[in-house]
């Protein structure tokens, strides 16, 4: 027996080593081990590809998009873990570039479609009580409400609760008569939403290869919406809910690896060409050549210290306060805004520099009050390159095509316009058209995000900070790492021994 205990013991710290995680108790361990930490969520694209849009309208949604950030507090953010969302959508700013993606609630499960905000911290989903909410959606799908007392799982907050008074909260929670924990979330444009917090079943597919997939489930806390008001209320673009992947206590993301489900980073790839798309990873992206930038303590959202702007290798006189993040300044990085911008301080030296430098060889012409060129030749080989460096000495080269969109053809010339705005509010704000054909690690565990170019219609290898699975995705791919194979080989050779031994031993 003590020979079957030893081995035991040596089971179970193998275990550890291929999971990441304490092996106690063991058959604990065992069962994180198997289910496992991926998994697929499918994005999707709210509107058509084919659909344009006005850039005035783009801006506007841009500019709400800015006020919900600037207020901090609302809606959702974060689910961490190895998770994998193939995603669709594109960059080109005339084509909304909303996403979002399912999630399964309750038992039996319900799928909710909700949109994917980093810029926010709670999963919250339409409650059936609601009254004003959509019943229908412009964007081809089924709207669902949760059925809070038709699932068998659901439970409630109660005001003694110690989420109800946590200090992550990023609103303050409210009490309703019947010892509900509620919350109210407003935004700058006026739309909101209220309700109270719910725990359920959180339904996911745990990858462990390249072909097997298992079922897997966790309970988390969510909120649960009974009132909305303004553009959340309007049918043509109405989803289920908010999926939120910011940085606060509440995040799914933090829910999960607070817990040992899932690890405390998350990465993304856009695809900048084409019909767009992409993957969403809950889980650590490997790729050569990633550089990491530390972000900015103390702040609600992903904010980067963005030290200077190089045009042509020559760096813009830009003062550095103007840069520096305080309460009401600073650079951050988010998914939800389509374009890029700069407060005046940069973005008029760099509209300068620009121009300046293609003044030889593109007409500059003003359209719909945008700044655009007339060009007669390929945009890689007329325009510079503009590099945007971060502490750490982390630099993001951009191309011509990660700042200019293409508007179409004028007087039989090429078209195309700057994608960097003249930032309403004093952020600094780096959306899609940046973003995109980059591999992007969100590492909340060592407070950072990298980064490294990337054509994201390939296979890109996953896995997590704490040394566990790496997940095949489908599109693009994931494949299981070397190490993590040599770890599952020597794990299962102890557990083959354990076996034989306790056989002998009965």
Request: aromatic fraction near 10%; charged fraction near 15%; glycine fraction near 10%.
């Amino acid at each position: 027996m003590r020979i079957f205990r030893i081995l035991m013991l040596a089971v179970a710290l193998a275990l550890a080593a291929v999971t990441g995680f304490a092996a106690s108790p063991f058959t604990s361990a065992l069962a994180q081990y198997a289910a496992g930490t991926a998994k697929i969520l499918p994005l999707e694209r709210a509107f058509p590809l084919d659909e344009l849009v006005e850039l005035s309208e783009l801006r506007t949604r841009d500019r709400v998009r800015h006020a919900r950030i600037l207020l901090g507090g609302g809606r959702g953010s974060s689910v961490g873990g190895v998770v994998d969302f193939p995603v669709q959508g594109s960059s080109d700013p005339y084509l909304v570039g909303l996403y979002f993606t399912k999630v399964k609630l309750g038992s039996p499960p319900t799928e909710f479609n909700v949109q994917i905000d980093t810029g926010s911290d709670i999963l919250w989903v339409t409650c059936g009580s609601c009254s004003n909410c959509p019943h229908s959606s412009g964007l081809g799908i089924e709207l669902h409400f949760f059925d809070a007392p038709g699932s068998a799982t659901a439970g409630s907050v109660t005001c003694s609760d110690p989420i109800c008074s946590s200090v992550f909260q990023t609103t303050a929670a409210k009490c309703s008569d019947n010892n509900q924990c509620g919350y109210s979330f407003r935004y700058g444009d006026g739309s909101g939403t209220s309700g109270y917090y719910m725990t359920d079943t959180f339904y996911f597919d745990a990858i462990l290869g390249e072909s097997l997939v298992a079922n897997s489930s966790a309970p988390i806390v969510f909120g649960c919406s009974t009132f909305q008001s303004g553009d959340l209320t309007k049918s043509e673009k109405a989803v289920d809910g908010i999926f939120g992947f910011g940085k606060g206590k509440l995040s799914v993301v933090s829910q999960l690896s607070s817990r040992g489900i899932t690890p405390p980073v998350f990465s993304h790839c856009l695809k900048g060409d084409g019909s767009g798309g992409g993957v969403f990873v809950l889980g650590e992206i490997l790729v050569p050549g990633i550089v990491y930038s530390p972000l900015v303590p103390s702040q609600p959202h992903y904010n980067l210290n963005l030290l200077s702007i190089d045009v042509n290798g020559q760096m813009l006189p830009i003062d550095a306060a103007a840069l520096a993040t305080s309460n009401t300044r600073g650079t951050i990085v988010d998914t939800g805004t389509t374009l890029t911008y700069l407060v005046k301080e940069a973005y008029d030296p760099f509209l300068i520099a620009i121009t300046n430098s293609v003044s030889q060889l593109a007409t500059p012409i003003i359209s719909n009050g945008e700044h655009c060129y007339l060009v007669s030749t390929s945009i890689s080989d007329l325009f510079p390159t503009v590099s945007l460096n971060f502490a750490g000495g982390a630099s993001m080269m951009l191309r011509p095509q990660d700042y200019l969109f293409h508007f179409g053809f004028y007087d039989g010339a090429s078209m195309w316009c700057i994608g960097v705005m003249n930032a309403p509010e004093e952020q600094n704000i780096l959306g899609d058209l940046v973003l995109k054909d980059k591999v992007f690690v969100y590492d909340l565990a060592r407070q950072r995000i990298g980064w490294a170019n990337y054509d994201c219609s390939m296979s890109v290898n996953v896995s997590v900070t704490s040394g566990k699975d790496i997940v095949n995705s489908g599109q693009p791919c994931l494949s299981i790492s070397t190490r993590d194979m040599l770890l599952r080989f020597l794990f299962s050779i102890l557990l083959a021994l354990l076996l034989s031994i306790f056989i002998s031993l009965t």
